[in-house]
């Protein structure tokens, strides 16, 4: 049988979904609570190896395996198994042909900043603090302008395996909130694929052009040479969240 599984993290502490040699990762926690639970071995496959430190509350994952445990009741077998930062959502049987990464059409990311002179502790976890927000105005002009298929080589970070750089974005959704007292700023980004640290490139950029510190022009030099240099900082892992996988 093949199991579908919609898991939500806090990747704070761990070393990203894939598993490593000298730290602990998403993908080998829930490999070994199938393992405590169930008494097997199965290599579990997600929709998309999240990096570090970051979130997932959507992330889609699949194993094949003989069992009698129905898959609605996979969650309840395993999330006593796993520690309190990772919980299996929900449950279900994939159809034939179901594959978590190769069968994706589309993902959502979410990248959270907010604006403080200072760093709020109830904040800090999962967002980035930035000292000024430009205008919402000013960074819907550049949100639009990062839309479509492009060449997003600039935005890719070295030690990518990608065979192309070419990719489609279909949104970015700028949701503005307060919470705590503060402005918050929510950059919804929906693709059909995404390079290594595209998402946290993006919101760099995105903040750069709407402030000033770098234009429209060098953003399209960007998308037309591929040059690092032209796009904004890489902001940090702990702002980004796998909102969703959509298939």
Same mark, same amino acid.
């Given at each position: 049988m093949l199991y579908v599984l919609k898991i939500a993290y806090d990747g704070t502490e761990y070393a990203g979904w894939q598993r490593?040699?000298? $730290?602990?990762?998403?993908?080998?926690?829930?490999?070994? $609570?199938? !393992?405590?639970?169930?008494?097997?071995?199965?290599?579990?496959? $997600?929709?998309?190896?999240?990096?570090?430190?970051? *979130?997932?509350?959507?992330?889609?994952? *699949?194993? !094949? $395996?003989?069992?009698?445990?129905?898959?609605?009741?996979?969650?309840?077998?395993?999330?006593?198994?796993?520690?309190?930062?990772?919980?299996?959502?929900?449950?279900?049987?994939?159809?034939?042909?179901?594959?978590?990464?190769?069968?994706?059409?589309?993902?959502?990311?979410?990248?959270?900043?907010?604006?403080?002179?200072?760093?709020?502790?109830?904040?800090?976890r999962f967002a980035t603090r930035v000292e000024k927000l430009p205008p919402l105005e000013s960074m819907q002009a550049v949100a639009r302008a990062?839309?479509?298929?492009?060449?997003?080589?600039?935005?890719c970070a070295s030690g990518s395996s990608a065979k192309t750089t070419v990719r489609t974005v279909y949104s970015v959704q700028l949701c503005p909130r307060v919470e705590y007292g503060v402005q918050v700023l929510d950059v919804f980004v929906c693709g059909n694929g995404f390079l290594y640290n595209m998402v946290r490139t993006m919101v760099g950029e995105l903040l750069d052009v709407a402030s000033g510190r770098r234009s429209m022009d060098s953003l399209q030099e960007a998308f037309a040479t591929g040059a690092r240099h032209l796009v904004g900082k890489n902001f940090a892992a702990k702002g980004l969240t796998l909102m969703s996988v959509e298939y």
């Open positions: 490593q040699k000298n $730290a602990l990762s998403v993908q080998e926690c829930l490999e070994e $609570a199938v !393992k405590t639970a169930l008494g097997i071995d199965v290599r579990i496959t $997600a929709s998309g190896r999240t990096d570090a430190g970051v *979130h997932a509350a959507g992330q889609v994952c *699949h194993f !094949k $395996a003989e069992l009698t445990v129905p898959p609605t009741r996979m969650p309840d077998c395993l999330n006593v198994y796993l520690p309190p930062s990772i919980r299996i959502l929900e449950g279900w049987e994939g159809e034939e042909g179901f594959d978590a990464c190769r069968t994706a059409k589309r993902k959502t990311y979410r990248y959270t900043v907010y604006e403080s002179n200072r760093e709020n502790p109830l904040l800090e990062l839309e479509g298929e492009h060449d997003f080589k600039a935005f």
